[in-house]
């Protein structure tokens, strides 16, 4: 019973899309941007009401997105290179790949 409690709780509407957030402004630079590396995705609580979500490369984005870098404040660096934010393609311009 217990197994189908754990099944139907990850078939749940967005459980899959969820990620825990990861407090940037506690880590350092390095780590930030090891964790998105690894992960390929990450939402990075960038203050105390504010978080965004960086990733890898394009691949994590959707298809009518293309990135731009993002920079987090991190414990060592104000402005630390985390990898890229996804934003929608501007009108005449091509996706990044």
Do not use: H, K, N, W
Request: proline content about 7%; some cysteine.
């Amino acid at each position: 019973m217990q197994a189908l409690a754990a099944v139907a709780a990850l078939c749940a509407p967005g459980a899959a899309a969820s990620q825990e957030r990861v407090a940037a402004p506690a880590m350092p630079c390095a780590s930030v941007a090891a964790l998105v590396e690894a992960r390929g995705a990450a939402v990075l609580s960038t203050g105390p009401m504010s978080y965004e979500r960086v990733v890898r490369d394009q691949s994590f984005c959707e298809l009518e997105t293309t990135t731009a870098p993002a920079y987090v404040p991190s414990a060592d660096i104000r402005q630390c290179f985390a990898g890229y934010r996804c934003r929608p393609i501007e009108r005449g311009e091509g996706r990044s790949d």
